[in-house]
């Protein structure tokens, strides 16, 4: 349970604070619009911190970066 835990905070540690918001929404299983609507930014920017996301944890997409953080 502990190295669940640190491997999850390892890798948020990775991302920026906004990043990381994001990130987690992900996990939660939100489509962009809907991120975008809750952070109250713009689609585009959220598809930017994704693409920035998926380059800093080495990954291809969304459904990866929520494994990666619910393990």
Same mark, same amino acid.
């Given at each position: 349970p502990? %190295? %669940?835990l640190f491997?999850?905070?390892a890798l948020l540690a990775r991302l920026s604070e906004r990043e990381r918001e994001v990130a987690m929404?992900?996990?939660e299983g939100l489509? %962009?619009?809907e991120i975008a609507a809750?952070?109250?930014r713009s689609p585009l920017t959220i598809k930017t911190q994704l693409a920035a996301i998926f380059q800093k944890l080495g990954?291809?997409?969304?459904t990866?970066?929520?494994a990666l953080l619910n393990r």
């Open positions: 502990y %190295t %669940t491997r999850s905070v929404r992900v996990r489509r %962009t619009a809750e952070l109250r990954v291809r997409g969304r990866r970066v929520a």
